[in-house]
């Protein structure tokens, strides 16, 4: 994702994911930090919160849609289904799941997710963007999500599979990223941020270059803004 780039789709590159049958992923790269995705009915996706912007600089974003082209509403992707994305060609990358969170609403459309991924050994993470939507009654409403991360090394993959329930407002992403050596002076540490095409989240602490996504304090923990109460579940329609 780059800042005041536009959306556009592009092949496969260096990346790619498998898809269940029935569905089709537009590939972004270089994205803009608020994204329109047709996954979402049109909605938009923000990446610009203080967590998730570095962390998803020159990330790679799979819109999941029906392949069919029949259906210009939000993506219901069944239970049982599984997506499958690879690392090609870099040394490391992240790959990152979101989804929409606000139990006990989204929990008929989650996929079973915070349980499913976490027993895979993916972290959850609140350090995720948050979308808009276009259908009647939305207006001013914004939604939230939550992460989930699994490093994946050079032509690994990982997989992600829905469980018994449907899963709606899905978004996949895989980052190139640089790694974090513990041996790297604070000179190499910081060089780490300079490497191009591909994303650190390294930060020197304590005498050690260090893995620093969504480390907060409570200095810098800022309360997203309280949404408008007559807000309906994003999923009200499911």
């Known amino acids: ?24 992923a537009g ?28 962390a998803s600089r020159n990330g790679i974003v799979y819109d999941i849609t ?44 989650n996929g079973d997710l915070p349980v499913v991924l976490v027993d895979d050994d993916w972290s959850g993470s609140s350090c995720a963007p948050t979308f808009t939507l276009t259908k009647a009654g939305t207006a001013g409403c914004e939604y939230k999500m939550v992460a989930f991360r699994k490093p994946v090394g050079r032509d690994e993959s990982a997989d992600i599979t829905v469980g018994s329930r449907q899963l709606k407002f899905l978004i996949i992403m895989l980052v190139p990223k640089v790694s974090c050596d513990s041996s790297f002076t604070e000179e190499e540490c910081n060089a780490t941020h300079a490497v191009s095409g591909e994303t650190s989240t390294c930060k020197y602490v304590g005498n050690e270059c260090k893995e620093n996504f969504c480390m907060r304090t409570p200095s810098t923990h800022t309360p997203p803004p309280t949404p408008p109460t007559s807000c309906p579940a994003a999923n009200t329609d499911s």
């Open 66 to 109: 029906s392949s069919s082209g029949s259906s210009q509403g939000i993506t219901s992707v069944p239970a049982g289904s599984t997506f499958k994305v690879h690392c090609l060609g870099y040394s490391d990358c992240d790959a990152y799941v979101f989804t929409y969170h606000d139990p006990p609403a989204s929990t008929s459309t």
């Open 27 to 54: 590939v972004c790269c270089g994205c803009p930090y608020h994204l329109v995705l047709k996954s979402f009915g049109g909605g938009t996706v923000s990446f610009t919160t203080k967590h998730i912007k570095p």
């Open 1 to 24: 994702m780059e800042e005041g780039r536009s959306n556009s789709t592009t092949p496969w590159g260096r990346t790619s994911t498998l898809r269940p049958d029935g569905f089709a």
